[in-house]
């Protein structure tokens, strides 16, 4: 974080009252939860506000019965940043990755589904990282043994951002079956 300019932030766990600060782009995307559902709104616009009730179920759902499964990051009041996670089985869509195994939930491994700074402005000023580093001291508190994420070798433009921001974030490789889309792993 050094020379990187401080911005004020406030980290809130995601709960039922504030699932509607979700960044809009989020809010309804059922890629890791429903794939089949995301591939089919992509030619269907009108299926936009029909997968925002079945995001806002899956949170329900998830709230209940794992816990805290998310976080929005709030700049003077405004949500710009947010994260996802909770065990693989509840996100059929890590299946289709080649690098793997993902870990279970019975194995004390957590997945991190989506890490997203929404505001492009925001971006490259530690929020990420702090975002991250939350969601790890959440985890550790609640006995998790690992977190897990399929990170992007070449691109940040992917669900939970570069390979390179795992690294720097004391992640390493699990497996690299697919070289574009490793699986990493950091043991709380
Ligand atoms: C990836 C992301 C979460 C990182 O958060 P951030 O607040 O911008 O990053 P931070 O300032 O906390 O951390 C920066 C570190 O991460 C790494 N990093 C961040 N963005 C990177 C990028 N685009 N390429 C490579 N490394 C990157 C670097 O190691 C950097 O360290 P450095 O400043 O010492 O070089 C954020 O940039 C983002 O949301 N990007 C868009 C991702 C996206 O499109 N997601 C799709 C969601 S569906």
């Known amino acids: 974080m050094a020379g990187k300019i401080e911005i004020e932030?406030?980290?809130?766990?995601?709960?039922?009252?504030?699932?509607?600060?979700?960044?809009?782009?989020c809010r309804g995307c059922v890629y890791w939860e429903s794939p089949n559902d995301f591939e089919k709104s992509k030619d269907d616009p009108q299926k936009k506000a029909e997968l925002e009730i079945k995001k806002r179920e899956w949170f329900e759902k998830t709230l209940d019965e794992f816990g805290s499964c998310g976080k929005i990051v709030y700049h003077e009041g405004k949500p710009i940043a947010y994260a996802q996670y909770s065990s693989s089985e509840r996100l059929p869509n890590v299946n289709s990755y080649e690098s793997k195994p993902v870990g279970r939930h019975e194995e004390g491994v957590v997945f991190l589904s989506c890490l997203y700074v929404a505001d492009e402005t925001m971006r490259d000023k530690g929020i990420g990282e702090q975002l991250l580093q939350n969601i790890i001291e959440d985890l550790r508190r609640r006995g998790f043994k690992a977190i897990e994420t399929f990170a992007c070798r070449s691109s940040a433009n992917n669900p939970s951002g570069?390979?390179?921001?795992?690294?720097?974030?004391?992640?390493?490789?699990?497996?690299?079956?697919?070289?574009?889309?490793?699986l990493m792993r950091l043991f709380l």
Do not use: C, Q, W
């Open 162 to 182: 570069p390979m390179a921001f795992y690294i720097k974030n004391g992640f390493h490789t699990k497996d690299k079956t697919n070289e574009e889309f490793p």
């Open 9 to 25: 932030i406030e980290i809130e766990d995601i709960r039922k009252a504030n699932l509607k600060e979700v960044p809009e782009s």
